[in-house]
C-alpha cells in the first residue's frame, strides 16, 4: 500500500541553522504531496505542495521539490526561526479513479524544536 | 472564517462509556474525513465520506461509527470506548487534493 517514511526525529536546532527533514514515499500511482505543520495546541495547516514531478513547492521560507526519481519529497529551509518550532507532516493523497476526493497518507511527524 | 469546527474540544470518559465528536465545516466541501493521531504514529484514517449520504472506513475504523448528517456535518461516535481509543482526533474536509483540518479533540479514555 502507499505510505510515507520521514526521518526520526525530533530535530533541534539553533536560530538561523539550515533545516532538512527528510520525506520519502512508495505509492501505485501518482501522487500529489504535502507538507503539513502543526503548531502547539493546534491543527494541522498546510505548509506547501507540489502535485507532480519536478514542481517545487514553497511558503515561509520552507521548500521542497518532488522528486519522482527518488520518491522523495524533503523539507528545506535557509535559516530556521524558534516561530518554526512545530510538528512537521510529509504526506501523500492519490485521487481514485479520477473522482474529486482522496485520502492523505501521513509520515510519522518530526518534531522540530529551534532555540534561540 | 470557521473553516472546520470541532467539538468538544476535551473529553475524559471511562472504559465503556459512549460518545460522539462532532464535526462541522462550512466551505461547502463534498468530503469530510476523521483522523486520529497518536505519538509516533502520525494521523490515521479512520473514516471518510466522499460526499452526502456516502461513508467508507479508513485504515483503522473498528470500535468507531460515523453518520454524515448533511453536507455540513460528520459526526464521529464511539459507542464504547476503550483506552486504546485514547488518542486526538481531528475531522478534516477537501477540496481536491488540499485537506482542511480542525483543532482537534483530545479524547482520554480511563
Known amino acids: 500500500g502507499d505510505s510515507v517514511t520521514q526521518m526520526e526525529g525530533p530535530v533541534t536546532l539553533s536560530e538561523e541553522a539550515f533545516l532538512t527533514i527528510n520525506c520519502t514515499y512508495t505509492?501505485?500511482?501518482?501522487?500529489?504531496l504535502f507538507w503539513y505543520v502543526q503548531y502547539p495546541g493546534e491543527g494541522l495547516q498546510l505548509l506547501l505542495k507540489?502535485?507532480?514531478?519536478?514542481d517545487k513547492g514553497s511558503n515561509k521560507g520552507f521548500e521542497a521539490t518532488y522528486r519522482k526519481e527518488t520518491t522523495s519529497f524533503h523539507l528545506e529551509k535557509g535559516s530556521v526561526q524558534v516561530s518554526d518550532s512545530a510538528v512537521y507532516f510529509c504526506?501523500?493523497?492519490?485521487?481514485?479513479?479520477?473522482?474529486?476526493?482522496?485520502?492523505?497518507?501521513f509520515g510519522q511527524g518530526t518534531i522540530l524544536t529551534v532555540h534561540p | 472564517n470557521a473553516g472546520v469546527t470541532q467539538t468538544p474540544k476535551f473529553q475524559v470518559l471511562k472504559t465503556g462509556q459512549s460518545m460522539t465528536l462532532q464535526c462541522a465545516q462550512d466551505?461547502?466541501?463534498?468530503?469530510m474525513y476523521w483522523y486520529r493521531q497518536d505519538p509516533g504514529m502520525g494521523l490515521r484514517l479512520i473514516y471518510y465520506?466522499?460526499?452526502?449520504?456516502?461513508?467508507d472506513k479508513g485504515e483503522v475504523p473498528n470500535g468507531y461509527n460515523v453518520s454524515r448528517l448533511n453536507k455540513r456535518e460528520f459526526s464521529l461516535r464511539l459507542e464504547s470506548a476503550a483506552p486504546s481509543q485514547t488518542s486526538v482526533y481531528f475531522c478534516?474536509?477537501?477540496?481536491?487534493?488540499?485537506?482542511?483540518f480542525g483543532e482537534g479533540s483530545r479524547l482520554t479514555v480511563l
Open positions: 507540489a502535485t507532480k514531478a519536478d
Open positions: 465520506s466522499a460526499s452526502e449520504g456516502t461513508t
Open positions: 466551505m461547502n466541501h463534498n468530503s
Open positions: 478534516a474536509s477537501s477540496a481536491l487534493r488540499e485537506l482542511f
Open positions: 505509492a501505485t500511482g501518482y501522487p500529489s
Open positions: 504526506a501523500l493523497i492519490l485521487i481514485a479513479g479520477g473522482t474529486s476526493y482522496g485520502k492523505l497518507t
